[in-house]
């Protein structure tokens, strides 16, 4: 169904230069914090490449973006692409890696991408972050034309792999390539350490974190409290992260202004804590080490990668998910507990149930810290490193549509 990547040895020398496509810190973007990782990583783990960024920034926005940046394409400008595209040309790089999410990139679900492809002259390898089992004619035909672009396309799970196949009738299946979304290689503070730094001893934590918006399922979460309340009176559900920047321009604080009433209207503000924030790094990993169950209650069945899930299971998380594509991929075999889309009893349930047996907990942590080690950075990085080392030897030239 797809190609294996071939083992990257670090020992031969294969100078590379390697262009990354992406949204980039400090926007506060969930791809934008992968691609940063994925950078770090690539540079950690070879001295044969040289990476820069080309940053996409999104309408009347500034960011103070770091050194590795080289050039900004903005979102909406037409011209933006077909500058950038012959500046990758002039610089005459190895490798260009796009990471495609439909949001990231201008015109109609992102269709701007597709003129810089067609101009760029290096092979290009896509990342493929979403991946619709049911696509419009116009997201089916976007996808469709990227892959005819691409020399080679990375999905993150087996799955992703198999919906390009059966729902865009891609035949070019020499092209697909899985690897796993990366996770940290995490300093775990001991939980009772991390609850005392930060003032939650006593308390049995429930987390979720990431970009707020609806379709989060946050509600349902809220919903369950009071009769998880009843038998744990202690317990504290932590919701980190600031809304959605794309959210907030559209709608404002309305969805975290709903769920602010429902935990008043509940009476739950000693059992429900908002962090309305980007948290840093350091921050995040001190929270998920005081976390005693991680919870992603998503409403959307057809989500075929979450960063926030990949980092829990990679902080070793006793995690409890509703069944959407990548959560059914990632926390099969025993990594975590599945419970039915929009239903407050059913998590209510899973979560009294981890909070009575320590032990299950223990043993769903364990069973995905077997998982994590496949899935850390320094891993996933040398199989980027070996793919685009084989791009940029054995050029596979676009087909025909």
């Known amino acids: 169904m797809y190609r294996p ?21 400090p926007r506060e973007c969930g791809i934008a914090t992968f691609t940063r990782d994925l950078n770090f990583s690539l540079n950690l783990e070879s001295p044969w490449i040289e990476t820069f960024v080309v940053a996409i920034t999104d309408d009347g926005a500034r960011y103070p973006y770091g050194t590795e940046v080289r050039w900004e394409l903005y979102q909406n400008d037409p011209a933006s692409y077909r500058e950038i595209a012959q500046a990758l040309n002039d610089a005459g790089v190895d490798v260009v890696n796009i990471q495609h999410e439909f949001g990231i990139f201008g015109g109609e679900w992102g269709e701007y991408v597709l003129d810089l492809m067609e101009r760029v002259d290096a092979p290009i390898v896509t990342t493929l972050h979403t991946v ?32 390009l196949l059966e729902s865009y009738g891609i035949t070019s299946d020499h092209k697909i390539f899985v690897i796993p979304h990366g996770v940290p290689t995490p300093s775990l503070t001991p939980p009772l350490e991390a609850k005392r730094q930060l003032g939650l001893l006593g308390r049995e934590v429930i987390t979720t974190f990431g970009l707020i918006s ?6 349902d979460v809220i919903e369950a409290l009071p009769q998880v309340r009843a038998k744990h009176p202690k317990v504290l559900y932590l919701i980190l992260g600031q809304t959605h920047p794309n959210v907030l321009r559209r709608e404002g604080e309305a969805y975290r202004n709903s769920l602010v009433r429902r935990v008043q209207d509940l009476g ?16 995040l990993a001190l929270y998920l080490s005081a976390t005693d169950i991680y919870i992603t209650p998503y409403h959307n069945p057809d989500q075929v990668t979450s960063g926030t899930l990949s980092y829990a299971l990679g902080f070793n998380r006793a995690i409890i998910a509703t069944p959407y594509l990548y959560a059914r ?16 009893e059913a998590i209510a349930e899973a979560v009294l149930y981890l909070l009575d047996h320590p032990d299950l907990r223990a043993q769903l942590q364990h069973n995905a810290s077997m998982l994590a080690a496949q899935m850390r950075w320094p891993k996933v990085a040398r199989s980027y490193l070996a793919l685009f080392t084989q791009m940029s030897r054995e050029r596979v030239q676009p087909e025909a549509s």
């Open 5 to 25: 990547v071939v083992e990257y040895t670090r020992n031969v020398p294969n100078k590379l230069t390697v262009a990354l496509i992406s949204t980039y810190p």
């Open 132 to 163: 619709l089992p049911n696509p419009l004619p116009i997201t089916r035909n976007i996808i469709r034309n990227i892959v005819r672009l691409s020399d080679a396309v990375v999905v993150m799970l087996p799955s992703a792999a198999k919906i």
């Open 214 to 219: 609806s379709g989060k399922g946050i509600e």
């Open 268 to 283: 739950l503000e000693e059992n429900v804590r908002f962090d309305n924030r980007y948290l840093r790094e350091e921050e």
């Open 329 to 344: 991929d990632l926390l099969k075999d025993g990594r975590g507990i599945l419970v039915p889309f929009r239903s407050p």
